[in-house]
C-alpha cells in the first residue's frame, strides 16, 4: 500500500476544523492516522450550498489498507425544507418527486447516520468540491462538530495521472472512466449508487498500477 500513496496524494485536499476546502496542499501528511476511507457522493437541489439543499446522500467505507476491502455502506434521501428555491433541472436530473421524497430522512437524522458510517474517515469522492461544500454547509446549518478526517481524497486527479497517456480515456467525468474501466454501474445519478462507481473505479485504478508496478 505505502508504494501507492504518492499517487493518492495528488488527490488529497486540506480542510478546515469545519469541513471547507482550503488552499493547502496536505501531501503524504494527510495519510498519518487514517485507517478507512468514505467514498461519498450526494444529489443536491441546485449548485450553491448556501441555497440550495442535499436531497439524497450515499458512502462506501472501506478500509485502508491494499484492495480497500468494503467494510459498510449506507445511503438515504433527504427532506428538503426549502423546495421553492430548487433549480428544476437539479430536480429532474435527481428525480425528485413529493411522494418519491416522502419517507426521506430530514436533514439532522441523515447527518447523524452519516457520520456513524464514517466518523474519522477521509472522505472520498469524485470531483469533490462541490459535495464537500455543501457537507460542511449541511453540518453547520444543524450546529454539529466536522465528524470526518480533515483531509479529503479526489479520485478524479489520481484517475487522470493514471489514465491520461493510456490512450482509452478521453473524458474524465465518471460515467465515462467507469465504462473504459469495464466497471458496470448500479445506475446514475443516484448518491449511493455514483459513491460505489467512485469507490469501484478508485479499486481498479489500485489494481491497474499495482500490474503496472509487477509488469516493471
Request: glycine share 12%; hydrophobic share 45%; aromatic share 8%.
Amino acid at each position: 500500500m505505502d508504494a501507492f500513496l504518492p499517487l493518492l496524494a495528488t488527490g488529497l485536499r486540506a480542510l478546515n476544523e469545519e469541513g471547507k476546502l482550503t488552499p493547502e496542499q496536505p501531501g503524504m501528511a494527510g495519510f498519518e492516522a487514517v485507517s478507512s476511507l468514505l467514498v461519498i457522493d450526494l444529489e443536491m437541489s441546485g449548485s450553491n450550498a448556501q441555497t440550495h439543499e442535499v436531497l439524497d446522500i450515499g458512502g462506501v467505507r472501506a478500509s485502508f489498507k491494499s484492495g480497500f476491502p468494503e467494510e459498510l455502506s449506507w445511503g438515504a434521501r433527504v427532506k428538503p425544507k426549502h423546495i421553492g428555491n430548487a433549480i428544476p433541472g437539479a430536480l429532474k436530473v435527481v428525480g425528485y418527486s413529493p411522494k418519491g421524497w416522502k419517507d426521506a430522512l430530514d436533514l439532522e437524522a441523515a447527518l447523524t447516520r452519516f457520520s456513524e458510517t464514517g466518523e474519522g474517515a477521509l472522505l472520498t469522492g469524485w470531483g469533490i468540491g462541490q459535495d464537500m461544500a455543501f457537507l460542511a454547509e449541511s453540518f453547520r446549518r444543524v450546529g454539529r462538530a466536522w465528524p470526518f478526517a480533515r483531509v479529503a481524497l479526489d479520485v478524479q486527479p489520481v484517475a487522470r495521472t493514471l489514465l491520461r497517456d493510456t490512450g482509452s480515456v478521453d473524458r474524465f467525468n465518471l460515467g465515462h472512466v467507469a465504462d473504459r474501466l469495464g466497471i458496470g454501474r448500479m445506475g446514475e445519478h443516484g448518491a449511493l449508487a455514483d459513491a460505489y462507481a467512485t469507490y469501484d473505479v478508485l479499486v481498479k485504478l489500485m489494481e491497474r498500477a499495482s500490474g503496472a508496478a509487477a509488469a516493471g
